[in-house]
């Protein structure tokens, strides 16, 4: 951000300095929603709706639209017009790729008429036809004030003489305001319900929803110069586009391509037929690639003409003409090469920019879009076609100036089920969760047991956070690592996780890394998917899926196998049965003599005002004088199972199985897993929280000065920079790790009905079972190209949405 500031300041001054990109459109794009099929025509006047963006923004784009779909006049005919890379505009100070546009409204409606203009970063949750039937009046505009246009009505003919296009073009926005402020009059208030920025919204009230904090938007634009950290209100803006996902929605499509798309076709459809047959070129180009069943122009031609390819395809195809198409079609090219593809899709891309010669005369630029834009772009249309596999092939410079060739692939590569290796260390609860997933999926897989020598400590320091290799481990007692490598790597902790990135190196690619665990997935984005719980407070990632509680192997089987081996564990005691779960002191919390014994004379009091038996416990982390004090707590009436190191036998899991309440010491995020998988009555038994130390403390001031929000003078919190962005910046990289907050998981798991505090009023009641692992399981096989066998949306992501709002749309 703060090259971003340098950048704009330069161009006050320096004519050279910033983007001085000339653009590509002359006039805006205009996207026609007519009247749905089967219905009647409305007599009103279509709607004319101008909206600002830029290249980043495309998926903001794409779920805008769908936003306008859902709440719209199907009578109707709405005209968006989508103001992206127009030409002859200085975009050198403005914050965004767009800031000016808004002025230029009143050139491009010709002078007349009623025009709403948007930002790209809103989604209506209303008719905009509601806000542009609104009578003006004699005002030019109506905003929310005259100095925050970013929702805007305008009459094109009051404003035409004021915001002209020249000034538009050269001007900043603070004058541009501020010369319509010096005409009174013009401006008009707007209802807030069609401008509500971001904490603003008010469910079912507010018919606009406005992301206005740049460095919260969920779909993170531009992350080289923010930081994104989580929005309050950010799951409406990712339901929207959940839902565009699962109807496969595009803006534009074969049928109706983009301006530019027919412009780039019809260029090269003359150029055929004034050279040669266009059949005879496409015969020409295959055979200089006869090697390749490729996909080239001609046949992206012959597509804007039928709407579909003129020829049957074969099972693996490859295209190196991609990146020569407009942004916008994208998309649904990618989409149309996934459904006629039998089998595989191969994409040739350069992130620089170059022209191709066909050798008949006609010059093709490549238009240079970073890695990060394919991937995303083909894992949206994989989505769409899990069946079929996809690989891309990115040609670029590194850091030195040398060309280097990437991989990556995605999608279904095999019929029979993926083979998985699962990596474990000597941390129990590192392999109960990775051991969870391996099972929930069901695949074929293979257990490696790892062992550290204290080297590891060293590969971060010496290879970075993105290293892969295998320093500090002790190969003579680790399991062997050879070839065949596995499609899929599951693991959890710190340590495990360079193996797992030096066996996907190894593999070329090949393999998909699944990484669980604080320590293992706080830089996500070189993980295929990074799965941590909600309360570790790591930064969002588009990789990362954030869970309530840690992967657990408690399911009803393993219960019921539990149950039936310890049958006469509680014999003939009184019920009802309440299980204690004691775990001990934490990084976090301090679980002393005191407390030991307090919790022992708590519960013990609890059963006897139910006429129950207590059967606690204890964990690796109790300690013997902690153990001492709650058996002594407890008394003579509860039965105690003291856990010692050497002892095989461990009714743990029978506890859980036939137990009829639960209560859990709240440090244990394992055990707190594990009992809210059951579904049984609940309770936490909050642990005093201990002093941290420096080194930790200022860690966290770190965490919390990278959090502190800045308010401008339009009362929308400012855009990071200077010390937050670079506080924020050390937690993104993984420098600084945030400590877990588990009042978050307390209050999520009490928020969402599973459990209740020991001691409320309330009295928990038995759930369904938090089973988040076969959540996560879904999640793996689509990643494998395989497709969900339910709802995309995860048992997990309702319950936050629950918990955070309670009634989000």
């Not at 009247?35 to 980043?56: C, D, N, Q, T, Y």
């Not at 990060?372 to 989505?383: D, K, N, P, Y």
């Not at 930064?539 to 899926?545: E, F, T, V």
């Not at 990084?587 to 307090?598: G, I, K, Q, S, W």
Request: charge should be positive; proline fraction near 6%; include cysteine.
């Amino acid at each position: 951000m703060a090259l971003l500031d340098r950048r704009r300041t330069l161009a006050r001054f320096l004519p050279f300095a910033g983007d001085a990109h000339p653009g590509i459109r002359a006039q805006p794009e205009c996207v026609v929603l007519g009247v749905r099929e089967g219905v009647p025509p409305s007599a009103k006047p279509p709607v004319r709706i101008f909206l600002g963006s830029e290249p980043a923004q495309y998926r903001a784009e794409r779920v805008f639209f769908w936003s306008i779909e859902q709440v719209r006049d199907p009578g109707r005919i709405y005209e968006i017009y989508l103001m992206k890379e127009l030409v002859g505009f200085d975009r050198r100070r403005w914050l965004t790729g767009f800031t000016n546009y808004r002025f230029a409204i009143s050139h491009f409606a010709a002078g007349s008429g009623k025009a709403i203009y948007n930002d790209v970063d809103q989604v209506y949750l209303g008719d905009p036809g509601e806000m542009f039937d609104v009578d003006l009046g004699e005002h030019g505009f109506l905003a929310l004030s005259d100095e925050d246009t970013s929702v805007m009505l305008i009459d094109c003919a009051r404003m035409a003489p004021v915001w002209t296009l020249a000034q538009a073009q050269r001007q900043r926005r603070s004058f541009m305001e501020a010369k319509a402020r010096k005409k009174t009059g013009l401006y008009g208030p707007l209802e807030r319900m069609w401008h509500a920025r971001d904490t603003e919204y008010v469910p079912h009230q507010s018919k606009l929803l406005h992301y206005t904090t740049i460095h919260m938007q969920p779909w993170q634009p531009t992350p080289d110069r923010y930081v994104y950290q989580h929005n309050p209100v950010g799951e409406v803006w990712c339901a929207l586009e959940r839902a565009a996902n699962a109807a496969a929605y595009q803006v534009f499509t074969a049928t109706h391509p983009s301006q530019q798309y027919q412009t780039l076709c019809t260029q090269i459809r003359q150029a055929c037929e004034s050279t040669h047959t266009p059949e005879k070129l496409r015969a020409r180009e295959h055979q200089s690639r006869p090697e390749q069943q490729s996909v080239s122009w001609y046949d992206f031609v012959s597509l804007s003409e039928t709407g579909r390819f003129r020829k049957p395809m074969p099972e693996v195809v490859s295209t190196d003409v991609l990146d020569c198409l407009p942004d916008e079609d994208v998309p649904w090219v990618l989409d149309e090469l996934l459904r006629s593809v039998r089998r595989e899709v191969t994409v040739t891309v350069t992130t620089t920019m170059r022209t191709s010669v066909l050798g008949h005369g006609i010059h093709i630029s490549h238009r240079p879009r970073p890695q990060s834009w394919w991937v995303a772009q083909l894992e949206t249309a994989g989505c769409h076609h899990p069946e079929k596999h996809w690989q891309l092939i990115v040609h670029r410079r590194n850091a030195w100036g040398r060309k280097v060739t990437q991989s990556l692939e995605g999608g279904r590569r095999f019929n029979s089920s993926p083979t998985v290796w699962v990596l474990t260390d000597d941390h129990p609860g590192n392999t109960t969760q990775s051991l969870g997933l391996a099972r929930a999926l069901g695949w074929p897989n293979e257990v490696k047991a790892l062992r550290f020598t204290w080297l590891v400590h060293l590969h971060d320091f010496l290879f970075g956070m993105f290293g892969a290799t295998r320093l500090g481990l002790q190969r003579t007692q680790s399991a062997v690592l050879s070839r065949p490598l596995p499609d899929v790597v599951i693991t959890t902790g710190w340590r495990t996780a360079h193996i797992a990135r030096w066996i996907k190196k190894q593999s070329h690619g090949h393999t998909r890394l699944v990484q669980m665990g604080r320590k293992g997935t706080h830089v996500a984005h070189v993980y295929d998917l990074a799965i941590s719980c909600r309360y570790f407070r790591l930064p969002p990632d588009s990789r990362r899926i954030e869970t309530l509680v840690p992967l657990t192997e408690v399911s009803a089987e393993k219960l019921g196998q539990a149950a039936e081996r310890w049958q006469n564990l509680f014999a003939n005691t009184p019920r009802p049965r309440i299980a204690l779960l004691v775990g001990g002191t934490s990084y976090a919390c301090r679980f002393d003599e005191e407390t030991a014994y307090r919790l022992g004379a708590e519960v013990r009091s609890f059963a006897a005002a139910m006429g129950g038996t207590v059967f606690a416990t204890t964990s690796r982390r109790t300690g013997l004088q902690a153990t001492v004090a709650l058996k002594k707590g407890l008394g003579d009436s509860c039965y105690l199972h003291e856990w010692q190191p050497d002892k095989s036998e461990n009714p743990y899991v029978a506890y859980l199985a036939s137990a009829d309440i639960l209560i859990v010491t709240g440090e244990s995020e394992s055990m707190l897993a594990d009992a809210a998988a059951t579904g049984k009555p609940l309770y936490i038994y909050p642990i005093s929280k201990q002093q941290l130390d420096l080194w930790t403390q200022l860690k966290e001031w770190i965490v919390a000065r990278g959090e502190k929000q800045r308010l401008g003078l339009r009362g929308t919190i400012k855009p990071q920079r200077g010390l937050q962005y670079l506080c924020a910046r050390l937690v993104e990289r993984g420098i600084i790790l945030p400590q877990p907050d588990l009042h978050i998981l307390h209050e999520t798991l009490v928020g969402s009905g599973i459990a209740q505090f020991f001691g409320s009023s309330v009295s928990p009641t038995s759930s369904a079972g938090l089973r988040e692992v076969d959540d996560i399981a879904q999640r793996v096989r689509m990643l494998m190209g395989m497709a969900p066998e339910a709802s995309v949306v995860t048992r997990t992501e309702r319950i936050v949405k629950a918990a955070n709002a309670g009634s989000l749309p």
